[in-house]
Nanobody
């Protein structure tokens, strides 16, 4: 089937930058394909929230809290998605999850990568 693996998380100071990557791997036996991808995050004690999404046509959507600071992009026939995070703030601290929308209405999630922003 389709599996997602995130990387690029870590510890940075306020104002620093990180780039998250999400690699999508599809089984050669699978008939499913990726229609769109996105990033979500979950902070301790909080619900998982949308960070950014990108459609197959390249249209992007961002949470108000990250507009102007984060940029979502894709390459390799939309099988890899990135999240460039600049001007990081302590409130950006969370586990970041990659999401993929598949044909037939299926959804896949990665295991998450930790981002910690220190003061």
């Amino acid at each position: 089937q389709v599996q997602l693996v995130e990387s690029g998380g870590g510890l940075v100071q306020t104002g620093g930058s990180l780039r998250l990557s999400c690699a999508a791997s599809r089984s050669i036996f699978s008939i499913l394909s990726i229609n769109g991808m996105g990033w979500y995050r979950q902070a301790p004690g909080k619900q998982r929230e949308l960070v950014a999404t990108i459609t197959n046509s390249g249209s992007t959507n961002y949470a108000d809290s990250v507009k102007g600071r984060f940029t979502i992009s894709r390459e390799n026939a939309k099988n890899t998605v990135y999240l460039q995070m600049n001007s990081l703030k302590p409130e950006d601290t969370a586990v970041y999850y990659c999401n993929a929308n598949l044909t037939g209405g299926r959804v896949s999630w990665g295991q998450g990568t930790q981002v910690t922003v220190s003061s």
